[in-house]
């Protein structure tokens, strides 16, 4: 008697289980948008870099140009493009801005590279004001 009960308990389980999967994946269909930022370069090693997303459907990276110069974007789920380049950022090859993640409200983090090669993270809030982010023992060279 023991064993028929474990065995109509484990079968509900597995009908009720069965019947919520479907559901749960008809709510989230994956799906691959592909795009280009506007502004990327076409060349070997530069275009479109996807880092970050949340689930506001918002994406942030960054692209190369055909300067090899580097730019944070936002895209939202419309296809609108923000472009995201820190105060601050160099202009030349290996330089620029780099948008890390990107909460629902737009507030972005990353990094940026200046002229002289140093690399310093930043905030930019949802108006797009930037905060560099600098900690103190951190190295002021070329790549620290």
Known sequence: MKNIKRTRFLGLTLLAAGMAV????????????????PGAGTGAGQGTYAVGA??????????????GVNHG???ES???????DAPGAG???????????VLPDLT???????????WHGFLRSPDGQ???IDIPQAGAGAGQ
Do not use: C, H, M
């Open 54 to 67: 949340n689930f506001g459907s918002l994406v942030t990276g960054y692209y190369l140009d055909a300067a």
């Open 130 to 132: 930037f905060k560099t």
């Open 22 to 37: 479907p559901a749960v994946a008809q709510l989230s269909k994956p799906r691959i948008i592909e795009f280009d930022a």
């Open 73 to 75: 974007f936002i895209r």
């Open 78 to 84: 419309d296809g609108k493009v923000i472009v995201v």
């Open 91 to 101: 202009a030349s090859a290996s330089q620029g801005t780099i948008a890390w993640a």
């Open 108 to 118: 972005v983090t990353g990094y940026y590279i200046d002229a002289n090669g140093v």
